[in-house]
């Protein structure tokens, strides 16, 4: 399995970002999917999942960015997203989509900055 995450990059607080994650060497339509994050010197967070069919009641998200982030898929891409709004200054951290909600099957990552 090759996840390969993109989109990150500096922006400033209340604004927005889309992270992308291509996704090959598994059945992707078939899989839950998830984005994680790592801050300095911190551990791996989870912060959403998403069901193989996607779409509403299918998503789930951390307590600290429901209401800003979005997760969707698109299986025919093999693609994942995380539509990041509203960012805040926490929100920096190395983004990785993964397999699994511990992150443990994860891709290189992709840095988001939140910063003025």
């Known amino acids: 399995a090759k996840l390969v995450e993109s989109g990150g990059g500096l922006v400033q607080p209340g604004g927005s970002l889309k992270l992308s994650c291509a996704a090959s060497?598994?059945?992707?339509?078939?899989?839950?999917m998830y984005w994680v994050r790592q801050s300095p010197g911190k551990g791996l967070e989870y912060v959403s999942a998403?069901?193989?069919?996607?779409?509403?009641?299918?998503?789930f998200y951390a307590d600290s960015v429901r209401g800003r982030f979005t997760i969707s898929r698109d299986n025919a891409k093999s693609t994942m997203y995380l539509q990041l709004n509203s960012a805040k200054v926490e929100d920096t951290a190395m983004y990785f989509c993964?397999?699994?909600?511990?992150?443990?099957?994860r891709g290189p990552g992709t840095q988001v900055t939140v910063s003025s």
């Open positions: 060497g598994f059945m992707f339509s078939a899989a839950y």
């Open positions: 998403i069901s193989p069919g996607g779409g509403p009641g299918n998503t």
């Open positions: 993964a397999r699994d909600r511990a992150g443990r099957d």
